[in-house]
């Protein structure tokens, strides 16, 4: 799954959310059954490990994710923070668009 996996999360980095959900749809069709949950866990666990916020590198929950955002609205520079933001919101964004849950 990996080539797969990480086409759709450069999809997703992107922010073209047709073409991630092209590229899950090509995934798991003829895929049935626990296989075909497999591959969509598959798909969900790299896109969530692969978003740009990571925290000791790996993604962070819910919560850590905000702790960090308002820690970066304090102390970076404001096209810093702005960059991470846009960056984080269109990535979730584009996955949730692509009907691939990445959050908590």
Do not use: C, H
């Amino acid at each position: 799954m990996t080539p797969v996996n990480k086409a759709i999360a450069d999809a997703l980095q992107q922010g073209d959310a047709a073409r991630a959900r092209l590229l899950v749809r090509k995934a798991v069709s003829g895929v049935r059954g626990e296989e075909r949950d497999r591959v969509e866990a598959s798909i969900r666990s790299s896109a969530r490990s692969r978003q740009p916020i990571q925290i000791g590198g790996s993604a962070p929950s819910q919560d850590e994710r905000m702790r960090f955002l308002r820690w970066a609205r304090t102390n970076l520079p404001a096209e810093k923070y702005q960059m991470i933001l846009r960056s984080d919101r269109n990535y979730r964004r584009t996955a949730n668009r692509a009907n691939i849950r990445i959050g908590d």
